[in-house]
């Protein structure tokens, strides 16, 4: 990575098995004093301020240049907390928490006076999680306040999964990266919105619809599009993920086809003088391509998953002209890799 930022932030390496005390102190700080720290969760890194703070969440949009209308994530350590921020909590959205926190799921509630409009892009909803690495849940409790924190990039960028994506993209518009090295998922969390009769899913994660279809018996799957006028989750409207090079993904039920195609494009555009890399996994035959890269596993699609923006911003940096992805199969956390890749795609996505 080339750029460098005209001041850099404070950067911190933290133990993320044992989060030093000090350093953890440090940075809670600057949360209570209304700035922005950058820290690793087990999805992706965040860029963290006081939840209840409407001056500090308002300055982590300025950071991201994102759209004010696209709702934050807080994150709690307690949940207890979780009262203090919603009202009307649904017996089944507590059954829930009970189950899959800490961890990578977000539910949708009705927030709370405290919750400023800020926060919540104007709807009286709120989204809330309880993070389970222990960096997260350190800050978030010596903070003593809820943590709103969306991906710590470039709105529209791919997610950060190490602190080096984070200042890449951000620099001096943070104050502390707390650096846990890689984070272990990679993908975002998975979204519910618990304000419907029928909880509805509004972004796949790695708590897949098939896990909670069997804790809850039924759910529904919001529209994911982008084009919708109106979309459920306002996040959804908006550009997401995007490399700067052009990306096209191939899926289809049939590996053998896909690789076809996928080699195909990589010659169509070849022969136009165009620099190619191509998104592979350790079961695709050598393609023939200027740059190829290993994503992971068709057999474990979390080897995927953890790699996958990580290699989209490593296609960036070596300036290929189009990215083409083999898809996966729209099945557990495949279905929110390829969520990711499609909008990384801007929806270029070629059935075979
Ligand atoms: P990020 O913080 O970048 O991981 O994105 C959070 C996602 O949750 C976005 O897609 C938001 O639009 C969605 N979200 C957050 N709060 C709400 C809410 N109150 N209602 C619906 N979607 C929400
Ligand atoms: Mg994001």
């Not at 994506?165 to 620099?171: A, M, N, P, S, T």
């Not at 076809?260 to 191509?278: D, F, P, S």
Request: proline share 7%.
């Amino acid at each position: 990575m080339s750029k460098e930022p005209a001041c850099k932030p404070v950067i911190i390496k933290v133990d993320i098995e044992r989060p030093e005390k000090d350093k953890i102190r440090i940075a809670a700080e600057v949360i209570r004093n209304g700035g922005l720290v950058a820290f690793p969760t087990e999805t992706v890194y965040g860029l963290g301020a006081d939840a209840i703070n409407p001056e500090a969440v308002a300055s982590i949009f300025r950071a991201k240049n994102r759209p004010v209308d696209n709702p934050i994530i807080v994150h709690v350590a307690d949940k207890e907390e979780v009262y203090k921020l919603t009202e009307d909590i649904p017996v089944m959205a507590e059954e829930l928490m009970d189950f899959f926190w800490p961890g990578p799921l977000t539910l949708i509630l009705k927030k709370s006076e405290i919750v400023p409009y800020v926060a919540t892009g104007g709807l009286d909803t709120v989204a809330i999680r309880m993070p389970y690495h222990r960096i997260s849940l350190d800050l978030i409790s010596e903070s003593g306040v809820p943590i709103a924190a969306p991906s710590a990039n470039t709105a529209g960028k791919p997610s950060p999964t190490n602190a080096k994506h984070v200042i890449y993209d951000l620099g001096a518009k943070v104050d502390i990266v707390l650096d846990g090295g890689p984070t272990i998922i990679g993908v975002e969390s998975t979204v519910l919105d618990m304000t419907y009769p029928t909880p509805k899913i509004l972004r796949p994660g790695v708590i897949t619809s098939e896990e909670l279809m069997e804790f809850l018996g039924s759910i529904d799957m919001a529209e994911i599009e982008m084009k919708n006028e109106t979309p459920t989750s306002p996040g959804m409207k908006h550009k997401h993920y995007a490399p700067n090079s052009d990306m096209i993904v191939v899926e289809g039920g049939d590996f053998k086809i896909i690789v076809r195609k996928v080699q195909e494009l990589a010659y169509e555009h070849m022969n136009k003088g165009k620099k190619v890399g191509i998104m592979a996994t350790s079961e695709s035959p050598e393609y023939d391509a200027d740059i190829v890269t290993i994503a992971g596993s068709r057999a474990d699609l979390n080897t995927i998953a953890r790699n996958l923006f990580e290699i989209l911003r490593g296609f960036d940096d070596q300036r290929v002209d189009i990215i083409l992805v083999e898809g996966v199969e729209k099945k557990g956390i495949g279905l929110a890799i390829m969520d990711r890749l499609e909008r990384a795609a801007s929806h270029r996505v070629i059935r075979v």
